[in-house]
């Protein structure tokens, strides 16, 4: 079978490089011919827009709409916005109505790849699937109410247009069946791991990597993603970061990736005067990522209990796992269900400094809990390598 995606990120972008990625990678081993149509955040720079990546064809058409530049994320002005998103949509419509595929799935319920994706259905019969894999109302950075009501308006029509929407979260599906999704159109797929990309590194490495941080003998928090406070409360875990501090003087704290909020994390470490115990690594080539979660002692993923954290599938949660890290949370949307019991991670009070530093404490402190926490976590990443879950996954277009 033919499979296009089309993509309104890059694929170094999270649920690109994460979710989308893999997923088309371990179709074509399942001997189906895979594409991706794009956007890229530095479109600009590319040397090369065309290029195939483990027997799958990438094509990135436009730019995103947003700026990527190093550490940092940047916005259009609205009159840019408007121009960038008319030739993204142009171009994804060209790139997609020009694909011979049998399937065209939507990667976000974005306007500029849905519209692409519907033309490919009434123009040409394809058959349409959408992915939903984050509530994009509530989590995008919306710079203006019209961008959030454009996006609401595609999040809640296209998912009826479709023969078929994929979403890794209960809360989404029950989004899509109050917005008049039949249940039965609707395939629950949770987020995953690339087994290959997360293969152990080598100990040499990491402790190479150690000593140029200064995290010799140091007990290390990590929180490895996205430093956007609109859907990623890193200031929740700085809150609690310090309060640990206090109790575990030999503490530090490893931030890795990038976003629009750094600047403003890094003024908060320093007024709370902490900013020499946090490392900002900003954001690192994606095959190095296991290297700094074998740093640390735990992986966090701090959150309040809103729409933006009931809708996402935590990617590091999988990748703690894959990576023998203990992972704490909180009791947020499809977290409970997913860490199960017994459980393969500890979960705090959402919004809670203080709990979340006791938590974080209880597993730096307990080596028989730290211990007991990798071995659930390892046993259950066996569910969730994209190679076991593709293959399930395949049959829905077989439907």
Same mark, same amino acid.
């Given at each position: 079978?033919?499979?296009?995606? *089309?993509?309104?990120?890059? $694929?170094e972008?999270?649920?690109g490089?994460? &979710?989308?990625?893999?997923?088309?990678?371990?179709?074509?081993?399942?001997?189906?011919?895979?594409?991706?149509?794009?956007?890229?955040?530095?479109?600009?720079? $590319?040397?090369?827009?065309?290029?195939?990546? #483990?027997?799958?064809q990438?094509?990135?058409?436009?730019?995103?709409?947003?700026?990527?530049?190093?550490?940092?994320k940047?916005?259009y002005?609205?009159p840019?916005?408007?121009?960038?998103?008319?030739?993204?949509?142009?171009?994804?419509s &060209?790139?997609?109505?020009?694909?011979?595929?049998?399937?065209?799935?939507?990667?976000?319920?974005h306007?500029?790849?849905s519209i692409?994706?519907?033309?490919?259905?009434?123009l040409?019969?394809?058959?349409?699937?959408?992915?939903?894999?984050?509530?994009?109302?509530?989590?995008?950075?919306?710079?203006?109410?019209?961008?959030?009501?454009?996006?609401?308006?595609?999040?809640?029509?296209?998912?009826?247009?479709?023969?078929?929407?994929?979403?890794?979260?209960?809360?989404?599906?029950?989004?899509l069946?109050?917005?008049?999704v039949?249940?039965?159109?609707?395939?629950?797929?949770p987020?995953?791991?690339?087994?290959?990309?997360?293969?152990?590194?080598?100990?040499?490495?990491?402790?190479?990597?150690?000593?140029?941080?200064?995290?010799?003998?140091?007990?290390?928090?990590?929180?490895?993603?996205t430093?956007?406070l609109?859907?990623?409360?890193?200031?929740?875990?700085?809150?609690a970061f310090r309060?640990?501090?206090?109790?575990?003087?030999?503490?530090? *704290?490893?931030?890795?990736?990038?976003?629009e909020?750094?600047?403003?994390?890094?003024?908060?470490a320093?007024?709370?005067?902490?900013?020499?115990?946090?490392?900002f690594?900003g954001?690192?080539?994606? #095959?190095?990522?296991?290297?700094?979660?074998?740093?640390?002692?735990?992986?966090?993923?701090?959150?309040?209990?809103n729409?933006?954290?009931?809708?996402?599938?935590?990617l590091? $949660?999988?990748?703690?796992?894959a990576?023998?890290?203990?992972?704490?949370?909180?009791?947020?949307?499809?977290?409970?269900?997913?860490?199960? #019991?017994p459980?393969?991670? &500890?979960?705090?009070?959402?919004?809670?400094?203080?709990?979340?530093?006791?938590?974080?404490y209880?597993?730096l402190?307990?080596?028989?809990?730290?211990?007991?926490?990798?071995?659930?976590?390892?046993? &259950?990443?066996?569910?969730?390598?994209?190679?076991?879950?593709?293959?399930?996954?395949?049959?829905?277009?077989?439907l």
């Open positions: 079978m033919r499979i296009l995606f *089309l993509l309104t990120q890059d $694929l972008s999270p649920s490089l994460g &979710r989308y990625l893999p997923l088309a990678k371990e179709l074509g081993k399942l001997g189906h011919t895979v594409n991706i149509a794009a956007l890229h955040s530095n479109y600009d720079s $590319l040397d090369q827009t065309h290029f195939e990546i #483990d027997g799958v990438v094509d990135y058409v436009a730019p995103m709409h947003v700026r990527k530049s190093s550490d940092q940047s916005f002005s609205n840019e916005l408007l121009a960038v998103a008319s030739r993204a949509t142009w171009e994804l &060209r790139s997609a109505l020009n694909t011979q595929a049998d399937v065209v799935h939507i990667a976000k319920p306007p500029m790849n692409a994706g519907l033309l490919t259905r009434f040409q019969n394809r058959t349409l699937y959408l992915d939903c894999d984050d509530y994009e109302a509530g989590s995008g950075n919306f710079q203006n109410k019209w961008q959030q009501k454009g996006v609401t308006f595609f999040e809640k029509q296209v998912p009826k247009r479709v023969k078929l929407v994929t979403t890794n979260t209960m809360f989404m599906k029950e989004n069946i109050q917005w008049g039949l249940p039965e159109r609707i395939v629950y797929l987020n995953g791991v690339d087994r290959e990309r997360f293969s152990p590194p080598a100990p040499a490495e990491v402790e190479i990597l150690r000593k140029k941080l200064g995290l010799e003998k140091k007990n290390v928090i990590a929180y490895i993603g430093l956007s609109v859907s990623h409360p890193v200031d929740l875990l700085i809150k309060i640990v501090k206090q109790i575990v003087p030999e503490s530090a *704290l490893l931030l890795v990736g990038g976003g909020d750094i600047e403003k994390l890094k003024r908060q320093g007024e709370i005067g902490i900013s020499h115990d946090i490392h690594c954001r690192v080539p994606p #095959d190095t990522v296991p290297l700094y979660y074998a740093l640390a002692d735990v992986s966090v993923d701090p959150v309040y209990d729409p933006a954290a009931r809708g996402r599938s935590p590091k $949660l999988f990748e703690s796992w990576c023998g890290v203990p992972f704490v949370t909180a009791d947020v949307g499809d977290r409970c269900s997913l860490i199960g #019991d459980p393969a991670g &500890r979960l705090s009070k959402p919004g809670d400094p203080h709990q979340l530093a006791n938590i974080i209880q597993v402190s307990n080596t028989v809990l730290a211990e007991e926490l990798r071995s659930r976590g390892r046993s &259950r990443i066996a569910s969730y390598y994209w190679d076991h879950m593709a293959i399930e996954f395949a049959t829905i277009y077989e």
